[in-house]
């Protein structure tokens, strides 16, 4: 049971690297040619791209992708990923500290958010005047009629927008004209329209599953600030010009210093994100008007030098892997065991069912797996059938569960019958070949209950 968890373990920590690897490779170069886009106008486009990179942390493209090459094409010598003793306990080991780490951040979210909920528990519905024009604006934007909750509460001191299946407005109980409220409904309304809560709770998953990871932390900052340029741009213009709208968000921004909400967006979260803010706008506002094939060209040249940096990344992982593993590769002596005899039947045995058994390849050629099964009483597992030559050998090594359940091992001759041995605990037997042929490796419990057996098999 442990040493199959041990062999997942590999699967689990590598899968969770190179996801990281894969998310962390693609996120830089959005940062380089991010800048260009940025130059040329489409800060928008900017900001969608900055999603897909999201999704790259979290879909495991290039664990996929080399086990898919390995096992298919054997592009990476053929053994990828296999396991060594050494390399099963420090993934181990990996997988534990990976763990404590995810429960640690998921109980801090946790806490986060019910400190959120409490919060905003006493909210109450605002203003009839309020409310329509809230609606109106609502309309305005294509957004349908009662989408979008408007409340009022005691305990926030900014305009702020949280929820993502019951999404709400939140207003402090402050008085604002109704230009102010322009700005603060298109604003937040902005931010239900392009699902930035949505994406914040996706960044906040990403920041779990990868929080050894520092550009997972910088992904999910970076984030924040670009759901704010990407609200304003698409704002402003509706919301009485840039001077009326940044002059607005600066005097309800006044007194809300050191205010975070979790999960949720405001109008600003600080002076010095909104000095960047406006310095941004003011930028992209003297921008002349380019063309769409550039920003086409960027994404593409995005796409092509994040797919060509990873591929390359993979060749380097894989070599890296292969002088860990033949570093780590001892071989373990088989103890012989002369004791144990070496019977022949064949024939159908009356009570005995027979199924076929998965089993894991070591090698390419066939010539060494691994099979862990549950055999149920009365049942005999067998493998699929593999080539082995006359004069050679197959060697089977099994570990039986419980340890006092006697069980047969053997094989399967290619004329049909059935060389076994019997025994409990840990059972290793070696079966001479007379002829070349097809062979199967079996596995016959008759002990009364069902047991476990975690087997290796080569065949020489």
Known sequence: MIWTIL??????????????????IVFVIWCILGQQLEKVGFINILYRLMKLVMIFFLVPVLYVAMTWLDDTYARYRGDLFLHTEIIMKVCGFLLLLWIAGVCYMLYRQLRLERRTKQMFQNCFPCEPQIEELFRAIEENMGITKGKVRLVRCYYTPIALLRGVRHPMVVLPVEVYSNEELEVIFRHELMHYKHNDILWRRIASVLVILHFFNPFAWKLHRVLRTWSEHACDFSVYERAGGLKHYFETIMKIQANTQGFDVYLAVTLSENKSELVERIMRMKTQIKIKKRSAWKAAAICTAMLFASSVTVFGASEGIADAYHMMYDATDVEEEVPPSPELPEYEESGEIPGIVEETGEIEMFSRSGTAFNFNWTVANGVRKVTDEFSAEAGGQITITVI????????????????????????????????????????????????GTKVTVNGSVSVL
């Open 7 to 24: 062999m997942k373990a590999i699967d689990v920590v590598f899968c969770l690297l190179l996801t990281s690897l894969t998310g962390s």
């Open 400 to 447: 039986v569960s419980p340890s006092n359940k006697s069980v047969k091992v053997g094989i399967v001759k290619p004329n049909g019958k059935r060389s076994y041995t019997t025994g409990s605990g840990t059972v290793c037997k070696s079966f001479s070949l007379n002829a070349s042929g097809k062979y199967k490796v079996f596995v016959e419990n008759n002990s």
